[in-house]
């Protein structure tokens, strides 16, 4: 089980714009800020984002966020094309998981994979 996640990002602000619009839309805020470093979450803070402290290139991950239905994946991903995000994968059902599993797959400003995911049928 996932306790918290962080990434480091390139651009701050645009990620912390980013994560607002989209985290919204799956019931996530912000709860916690230490200068730049943000933390989102519903009740806790379970995702942060803070800046690159290394000059290591970022490396794609991959982070998906549960969504209550498919309205807010799709929520999630309309929300993430308004911020400039290029869709990988418009949300649909992926029943080589389950065949109730629903995604939508966008790029976040750093280039990861950023998810939103409702495993609930229609």
């Known amino acids: 089980m996932l306790d918290h996640l962080s990434i480091q990002c390139d651009d701050g602000v645009a990620s912390a714009r980013f994560y607002d619009a989209v985290l919204a839309t799956v019931g996530g805020r912000r709860i ?43 929520a999630f991903v309309a929300a993430a094309v308004a911020q400039g995000a290029e869709v990988l994968h ?9 065949p109730n599993y629903y995604g939508g797959f966008v790029r976040d400003p750093d280039g990861n994979n950023v998810e939103a995911v409702a495993h609930v049928p229609e």
């Open 90 to 98: 418009e949300p649909k059902v992926w029943p080589e998981y389950h």
């Open 32 to 74: 916690k800020e230490f200068g730049p470093v943000i933390g989102y979450g519903t009740n806790a803070p379970t995702f942060w984002i803070a800046p690159r402290t290394d000059d290591l290139p970022n490396r794609q991950s991959h982070i998906a966020f549960r969504a209550a239905d498919r309205d807010a994946v799709r």
